[in-house]
């Protein structure tokens, strides 16, 4: 007999060997017909798999997270089947689930887009013939006889390259096909039902090496009902009316060029949006008490193996040689503001400093990752960094989570998550100070009220980090800000701070970006409001449009007073019919058109025109100019009247 732990802390004795889906039966039918997987002791698996061991469990069902990825990996084994049927010579790779969907790769074929349907009618037999899934455990000695059986040789060199203590692997069958894969799945290929569709075919290179074989990808998406998959869709469509880089052409904000991948050319209205939105950030870090600061974009290797960043991000990096020396364009700001800290002697009265810059970094992306804002090779950071004392921790973690929330709520985006990034299995440290840097960050988080997801191994390798993550209005997930603890860097640079006692202590260091990357913000904040700026946030505020080439002066003479007050305004003056002026600026997404005829030049009137808005109101222009005057101003920041 084994005792089975269950959420509510109730327990059950049961027959060693029992597995999920039999305890789930145990509990309620409806349980077990709901039971996509079940995680014992903190590792999902299948709901089939016997359980030997005294165990905490939990059942996995449709509403769980992690649900939605078990059933898109699985519908990632049926679209490999369903292709291996319809083309015998393809040889299988990898098919993970992805978010929002799934993908598999092939070598040896091309699919083209009118493909798709015939491959999605052969999943759709599999499905419908409703084969078990079977999961075996072998030993790697049999399962590379079974794949040099089938002649798959991707297989054979995932088995090849797997560490020599892995002596035994698991193997997924279903019908003839086989697959090498860890899981969980589905019980069957019936479970998977019809809320699938692929979405689109698209080159790929094995093991993402640009030097190795080109293969084919496949995506799909699959959700558990179809009333889910149409709204999929339907939020797709809405996504592609707000396509940043489809906005970012109307409205004459930014291109790309193929001399520059990855970096973007800002127009003239655009750099006019980044550069509002750097002083919106630099008023409200001001606010707070952070010092500005710059530092240089190349710096030698020495700094870089001493800051870690050589040995672990070297891939990523843009390097140069001058003069035999080697360089790298810095891909992260942080080394520079240690620097700069490390300059005089600091002591705990001077703490805790709060050193900002909003330093343009470089980093390798390959060319088929890069798209548009949301993913470049250049960006901006409003990066700061925090030197403190540990009494200090727990208050500035906090101070930074509080500013953070304060700006996003300035932008309209109010619903978030929050993920905790602990320890990757490679990092620098001890692992008493990873203890205290995951534990400080969880407490500071706790005792604010807020929850947060454990995201297992994705910390940097210098320390551990929250990531910020946002609902867009049409219900996307958006990663920003991050926040990050470290007392690594400063062991690194030796630094320090002279306390009370008269002698050196180490500072910790937190990171933080609360944009994250200003150019990845300006894309995901374009496609959350579908290009409708706020008015202080807008390139170009209020545009003033005469009627009539006669009240050219009168518009020029309004156009003038806004501008001189810092209000942006601009003004059209050709001859053009009223309608196709104010039609062409409405789709440019100005936020006010100010439309000054015959009785508005003789009354000291505008007619307003607000976008989004049927509605014309007219008032008189020195009522207008106030309210304008107001609307300029950042929020969350006080001004003297």
């Given amino acids: 007999m ?145 794949f040099t059986e089938r002649g798959e040789k991707y297989k054979l060199e995932i088995l090849h390259d797997m560490p020599e203590d892995v002596q035994e692997v698991s193997l997924y069958t279903q019908d003839d096909y086989v697959e090498l894969c860890r899981g969980p799945h589905l019980t069957s290929t019936g479970k998977l039902g019809k809320a699938f569709k692929l979405t689109k075919v698209a080159a790929s290179y094995w093991r993402g ?26 939020m797709l469509e809405e996504a592609e009316k707000r396509d940043h880089r489809k906005l970012g052409k109307e409205m004459d904000l930014f291109h790309f060029e193929e001399y520059a991948p990855g970096d973007v050319f800002w127009h003239p209205r655009g750099w006019t949006f980044f550069q509002t939105l750097i002083a919106y950030m630099r008023r409200r870090q001001k606010d707070v008490g952070y010092e500005e600061v710059n530092t240089p974009q190349i710096m030698n290797r020495v700094l870089w193996e001493t800051s870690g960043h050589w040995n672990w991000y070297k891939d990523n990096m843009f390097t140069t040689t001058i003069e035999e020396k080697e360089f790298a364009i810095k891909p992260m700001n942080c080394p520079g503001s240690v620097l700069i800290y490390k300059q005089g002697i600091t002591s705990y009265r001077d703490l805790p400093r709060y050193i900002g810059e909003f330093g343009r970094v470089h980093r390798y992306e390959a060319s088929g990752a890069l798209h548009g804002l949301l993913r470049v090779r250049a960006f901006t950071q409003d990066d700061a960094h925090i030197f403190c004392t540990p009494e200090q921790l727990k208050q500035e973690l906090q101070n930074v989570v509080k500013l953070m929330v304060s700006i996003y709520k300035d932008f309209g985006l109010t619903e978030m998550k929050i993920k905790l990034s602990t320890r990757p299995d490679e990092r620098i440290g001890t692992d008493d ?30 320390g551990p980090k929250l990531d910020f993550k946002f609902y867009d209005a049409i219900g996307r997930e958006w990663q920003l800000g991050t926040l990050q603890a470290d007392l690594n860097l400063p062991e690194r640079f030796d630094i320090s701070y002279i306390g009370e006692d008269g002698e050196k202590h180490r500072p910790i260091m937190l990171h933080r970006a609360l944009f994250g990357s200003l150019e990845r913000f300006v894309g995901v904040f374009l496609e959350n409001c579908a290009g409708h700026l706020p008015f202080w946030l807008a390139p170009v505020q209020v545009m003033v449009v005469p009627v009539t080439e006669e009240q050219n002066a009168y518009a020029h003479q309004i156009q003038h007073r806004l501008y001189v007050a810092g209000i942006r305004a601009e003004e059209d003056l050709r001859n053009e019919k009223i309608s196709y002026k104010v039609r062409e600026h409405s789709l440019k997404k100005i936020p006010v058109i100010l439309v000054v005829g015959k009785k508005e030049a003789a009354d000291g009137t505008v007619t307003i025109r607000r976008l989004g808005s049927d509605k014309q109101e007219v008032m008189p222009f020195e009522e207008a100019f106030k309210q304008f005057k107001l609307d300029t101003r950042f929020p969350s920041v006080e001004y003297e009247d």
């Fill in 2 to 146: 084994i005792e089975i732990k269950l959420p509510d802390g109730s327990k059950m004795n049961v027959d060693s060997g029992i597995n999920g889906l039999e305890i789930a039966q145990k509990i309620s039918e409806g349980l077990a017909k709901n039971a996509v997987a079940v995680r014992v002791n903190d590792t999902l698996t299948d709901v089939t798999t016997p359980i030997t061991t005294d165990s905490t469990i939990s059942i996995i069902t449709k509403k769980d997270a992690e649900a939605l990825s078990i059933l898109r990996h699985t519908a990632a084994h049926i679209l490999a089947h369903a292709v291996t049927r319809l083309y015998p010579e393809a040889q299988v790779t990898i098919g993970p689930a992805i978010e929002n969907g799934f993908y598999y790769d092939f070598y040896g074929i091309i699919v083209k887009e009118a493909d798709i349907p015939q491959i999605e009618a052969e999943m759709a037999k599999i499905v419908d013939a409703d084969y078990p899934i079977v999961r075996s455990v072998v030993s790697r000695a049999e399962a590379e006889r079974i």
């Fill in 433 to 462: 100070i990873w203890d205290l840097l995951e534990n400080s960050l969880a407490d500071a988080l706790t005792d604010m009220g807020y929850t947060y997801e454990l995201n297992p191994g994705d910390g940097a390798f210098y």
């Fill in 209 to 234: 090496d640009s030097n190795r074989e080109s293969l084919q990808r496949i995506y799909g998406t699959a959700f558990f009902s179809e009333k889910d998959l149409k709204a999929y869709f339907t």
